[in-house]
């Protein structure tokens, strides 16, 4: 029985992939790569419910579940975060470094694929379907540097392509895969139908926080305020939780929207100095850099933009700087009493691409 390696993302085009493979008796091992910029993944794992109110699952796994095949999680985040932030190929619209990513995925793939003694590698790729890294002569390159020439199938495009080695050794049946091509998703929804396949993440879209301009300009100041420190696991999580504002050239704010990024932002608090209103309802922030008497107040002032600003309140917000530093031994604590800043400071200091206003940036 032929084996392969397939990078499953449990999206309906990887999971269409897997099932004309298995259809064809060909043993499938899935493999799903956790780089640390997957919405959804990030959103599973601080226990952030979806848009529908339930817990976000993970949908590669699903996808392994429902067509009965192993689905193996592998974390590459620390190598990952060597890729994005000095990418040979470039940066997409954002801050997607698509070419290299797939380059090291797929390496990736490989090495998975030889110490399985697996046949091949497959994807859910479609020739056209994404500008960056789905145009017949990039495919062709990120096969080549992959390590992979020959030995990579893509099942929703076969026909369209070259044959592989696979199917020249008669391991896969050609004619029962697809020559999809383009943006267009009606041939693969009826492809589901086809195949039974009902349950799968809509709509589509892409899961990286990378290919999201205002999560693009957030990274692209950390790389740019970054002095040689090189990027980490908890840095990613901060990137992808509440409103930045750049305070100095060592100094951010981050700002909670909601309640579950209240609970991130003081789980990571750690040495930052961490601030919470006192009297009033409103957000949680954590300060990252060096902080004097100034900077606290316009970090106070800046989170008090967004508490509950009612009765006596409304003129003034209550906000609870609980520091991690010690003095003497001491963990200290004070209380500032701080006006909300105006809203043309918030549009000065946070950090959104230059199109965007603080009212509609996320």
């Known amino acids: 029985m032929a084996k392969a390696i397939g990078m499953i993302s449990g999206g309906l085009d990887s999971t269409l992939a897997a099932a004309l493979l298995l259809r064809q008796g060909i043993e499938v ?12 993944e990030h959103h599973r794992r601080l226990g952030i419910p979806g848009r529908d109110g ?5 949908e590669a796994l699903r996808a392994g579940a ?7 999680m592998v974390d590459i985040a620390e ?11 470039g940066y997409g619209s954002a801050a997607n470094p698509c070419i290299d990513c797939r380059m090291f995925m797929l390496g990736k793939a490989k090495q998975i694929m030889e110490e399985e003694g697996a046949d091949f590698v497959f994807t859910g790729e479609v020739i056209g379907q994404r500008p960056k890294s789905q145009r017949r002569p990039v495919i062709d390159l990120i096969e080549q540097k992959s390590g992979l020439a020959g030995r990579l199938l893509r ?3 076969a026909k369209l392509l070259p044959m592989t080695i696979p199917e ?15 943006r267009s998703r009606e041939t693969q929804f009826a492809l589901a139908k086809e195949l039974g396949i009902t349950d799968f993440p809509q709509p589509a879209g892409g899961c990286c926080f990378l290919a999201d301009a205002n999560f693009a300009h957030k990274f692209f100041d950390f790389v740019g305020h970054a002095n040689g420190k090189r990027i980490t696991q908890e840095d990613a999580v901060l990137l992808g939780t509440g409103r930045h504002f750049r305070l100095s050239d060592t100094t951010k704010l981050i700002v909670g929207r909601n309640e579950h990024e209240n609970r991130v932002l003081q789980q990571f608090a750690g040495d930052r100095i961490f601030l919470i209103p006192a009297e009033v309802m409103g957000p949680s922030a954590l300060i990252e850099g060096p902080a004097d008497k100034a900077v606290l107040e316009q970090a106070a002032a800046v989170a008090a933009r967004y508490c509950d600003r009612t009765g006596e309140a409304a003129g003034k ?7 991690t530093r010690t003095v003497e031994g001491t963990r200290q604590e ?13 549009d000065a200091l946070r950090i959104i691409p230059p199109a965007t206003t603080s009212a509609n940036a996320v």
């Open 29 to 40: 091992l899935g493999i799903n790569f956790y780089t640390g910029f997957c919405v959804t």
């Open 54 to 58: 339930q817990a976000c699952r993970n």
């Open 66 to 72: 429902d067509l009965q095949f192993e689905v193996r």
């Open 79 to 89: 190598e990952y975060y060597d890729i994005i932030t000095s990418p040979k190929y």
């Open 155 to 157: 099942p929703l495009s």
């Open 168 to 182: 020249k050794d008669g391991l896969v049946d050609r004619e029962r895969l697809a020559g999809i091509w383009g």
């Open 317 to 323: 917000v209550l906000v609870r700087f609980s520091c």
């Open 334 to 346: 004070i209380i500032l009493s701080v006006k909300p800043a105006e809203p043309e400071t918030l």
